[in-house]
């Protein structure tokens, strides 16, 4: 094929699939006002579990900057999240600021990618109402929505017709520290910024392309972000020896490792290629019996060739599509080596994957094989709305889920509370403690954390404190408790206290046990107002109150 046929085809085809600013403005803002009730009516009746209101306690708490960043010592996450948060919290006063942000930022990350990214409507609908943006990043308050933002934002200035570095550099910046994922992808970005600057437009076979980066600006933009990692890297690694959180391996594993992670990409990416709704699927049909090896292996197998298939259109990119194996691998790495990868951390690969094509899209070239237009229709037409359409049957999923039940039952313990005038004060023990960090959103008694001996509202997992609690200690420190404060004391118990429990296992070693002299004992120092047992997660108890 002749270059100038070459080119005058690959202009079609992006006519054809990049034709957004052909599309009325009223379907988009249709579609983005329905996207909004959605998100708002969930996130309304979304009650936040331990790991979105942490956060805001933290932020809450901060005294100043210098405040924050010592909150975070043992949190894993960067810093932008929770300063977001204390922004909001010391403007507005009220917890209902944790959702607020979150829906904001979603939403302006939604309304960047639909007004902005050079793809079929079709192709943004699907994404947009897929369980990422409507669910996972906007009604889960965390800190993942804004990687989606800045990702989609970074896409959309680089392919703008001018690339200004500050703003490339101060979004890279941002990303860095929204969490540890993100820190990774902002230095697979590096590359896309310094190649940007290296080579001329004729270099690279493009017949339209945003002004290119000076070397200056170049400079300026990867200072930045190098900038945003080394603060994320001096966040999060503060606490390493102390905290539980997060794997260490010795080196001589991490080899090893890395190489099965990359073998194995299909098993890291389960949840986003939906292998572990399939899973769950047969054990049902199965009744519960384990699945064969050779089924799993077919299962990841698929889910690998499915991610693959998804980044074969950018083969027409070779760098791009590079990337994109770079991000793939590294993130199934992180996931082995530091932090099991769940629903949301292995969407942000689909973002940022998003974001590649979004770069590719902008910049036509004369030279074009057949076959890269080809794999660019597998991809395109094929393999992403095949992700497209699993995230949104998981998002329908989730939704009904939260729906159905609340996450916590932290708003029904504030219900008790509230029934009980007596208890308005009351301070609150927890077992296991960290179910406690959910009840700030809803209530303000004091919390006692009796495994480090102290009042707080978040649970940190340090390996210093006492790990084993018996259901003894935990009564002694609760009439302890009520003697310095002369206040009732309220217990949450998520053990079924009516049997001994020889030894129950938590997270990260923490155990608890109780005997039947210390259930007899325990039965008749209290007595038990509620049992609070309709969370869709772990976070159900029965509530008992000290006599």
């Known amino acids: 094929m002749e270059p100038d046929t070459a080119a005058a085809a690959h202009r079609s085809r992006w006519r054809v699939l990049a034709n957004s600013r052909r599309e009325g403005l009223h379907l988009r803002l249709a579609l983005l006002t329905i996207w909004l009730g959605i998100v708002a009516v969930l996130s309304y009746g979304h009650v936040p579990w331990r790991d979105e209101v942490r956060a805001l306690s933290i932020a809450q708490d901060a005294h100043g900057l210098a405040g924050l960043f010592e909150g975070l010592r043992y949190e894993g996450h960067p810093i932008l999240w929770h300063l977001l948060l204390a922004i909001a919290y010391n403007v507005f006063h009220t917890p209902a600021v944790l959702k607020l942000v979150s829906v904001a930022v979603a939403f302006t990350g939604a309304a960047v990618f639909l007004f902005c990214a050079p793809f079929p409507l079709w192709f943004r609908a699907m994404f947009l109402f897929s369980?990422?943006?409507?669910?996972?990043?906007?009604?889960?308050?965390?800190?993942?929505?804004?990687?989606?933002?800045?990702?989609?934002?970074?896409?959309?200035?680089?392919?703008?017709?001018?690339?200004?570095?500050?703003?490339?550099?101060?979004?890279?910046?941002?990303?860095?520290?929204?969490?540890?994922?993100?820190?990774?992808?902002?230095?697979?970005?590096?590359?896309?910024?310094?190649?940007?600057?290296?080579?001329?437009?004729?270099?690279?076979?493009?017949?339209?392309?945003?002004?290119?980066?000076?070397?200056?600006?170049?400079?300026?933009?990867?200072?930045?972000?190098?900038?945003?990692?080394?603060?994320?890297?001096?966040?999060?690694?503060?606490?390493?020896?102390?905290?539980?959180?997060?794997?260490?391996?010795?080196?001589?594993?991490?080899?090893?490792?890395?190489?099965?992670?990359?073998?194995?990409?299909?098993?890291?990416?389960?949840?986003?290629?939906?292998?572990?709704?399939?899973?769950?699927?047969?054990?049902?049909?199965?009744?519960?019996?384990?699945?064969?090896?050779?089924?799993?292996?077919?299962?990841?197998?698929?889910?690998?060739?499915?991610?693959?298939?998804?980044?074969?259109?950018?083969?027409?990119?070779?760098?791009?599509?590079?990337?994109?194996?770079?991000?793939?691998?590294?993130?199934?790495?992180?996931?082995?080596?530091?932090?099991?990868?769940?629903?949301?951390?292995?969407?942000?690969?689909?973002?940022?994957?998003?974001?590649?094509?979004?770069?590719a899209a902008t910049e036509i070239s004369r030279q074009e094989s057949w076959w890269a237009g080809r794999l660019h229709r597998v991809s395109f037409r094929i393999a992403l709305p095949a992700l497209f359409l699993l995230n949104i049957l998981m998002g329908a999923y989730k939704i009904t889920v939260d729906?159905?039940?609340?996450?916590?039952?932290?708003?029904?313990?504030?219900?008790?509370?509230?029934?009980?005038?007596?208890?308005?004060?009351?301070?609150?023990?927890?077992?296991?403690?960290?179910?406690?960090?959910?009840?700030?959103?809803?209530?303000?008694?004091?919390?006692?954390?009796?495994?480090?001996?102290?009042?707080?509202?978040?649970f940190v997992w340090l390996r210093h404190q006492k790990l084993h609690m018996s259901l003894s200690e935990i009564l002694d420190a609760a009439h302890r408790v009520r003697q310095e404060t002369a206040r009732p004391v309220v217990l949450l118990m998520q053990p079924r206290l009516d049997r001994p429990i020889p030894d129950l296992q938590y997270n990260y070693g923490f155990s608890f046990s109780c005997d039947q002299p210390e259930l007899d004992e325990f039965h008749a120092a209290t007595r038990q107002i509620a049992a609070l047992h309709r969370a869709s997660s772990d976070e159900n108890y029965d509530v008992y109150v000290l006599n």
């Open 131 to 359: 369980g990422l943006p409507l669910y996972e990043y906007s009604v889960m308050a965390r800190n993942y929505g804004i990687s989606m933002l800045l990702l989609f934002a970074f896409g959309a200035v680089y392919c703008g017709k001018r690339r200004n570095p500050f703003v490339l550099g101060a979004i890279l910046f941002l990303l860095a520290n929204t969490n540890a994922h993100s820190a990774l992808l902002t230095c697979l970005l590096l590359p896309v910024l310094i190649a940007g600057a290296s080579r001329s437009r004729a270099a690279r076979g493009e017949t339209q392309a945003p002004k290119r980066l000076s070397p200056g600006g170049c400079a300026l933009a990867v200072g930045f972000a190098l900038a945003g990692v080394l603060l994320c890297a001096a966040t999060v690694g503060r606490s390493r020896d102390e905290n539980m959180v997060g794997g260490q391996r010795p080196v001589s594993r991490v080899a090893p490792v890395l190489l099965n992670a990359v073998a194995d990409v299909g098993g890291r990416f389960q949840t986003i290629t939906g292998m572990d709704s399939l899973s769950t699927g047969i054990k049902r049909l199965s009744r519960g019996a384990a699945i064969r090896p050779g089924i799993q292996v077919l299962m990841s197998a698929f889910a690998y060739m499915l991610l693959l298939a998804s980044i074969a259109g950018l083969l027409r990119r070779p760098f791009l599509a590079l990337i994109a194996v770079a991000a793939l691998w590294g993130m199934a790495g992180f996931f082995a080596l530091i932090y099991p990868g769940v629903y949301r951390h292995q969407g942000l690969w689909l973002v940022f994957v998003l974001t590649l094509y979004w770069l």
């Open 403 to 458: 729906i159905r039940s609340p996450y916590s039952s932290s708003r029904d313990f504030a219900a008790v509370l509230s029934a009980h005038e007596e208890l308005q004060s009351a301070t609150v023990i927890g077992e296991p403690e960290f179910m406690v960090d959910a009840l700030p959103y809803y209530i303000r008694n004091r919390i006692y954390l009796q495994r480090s001996a102290r009042f707080g509202k978040v």
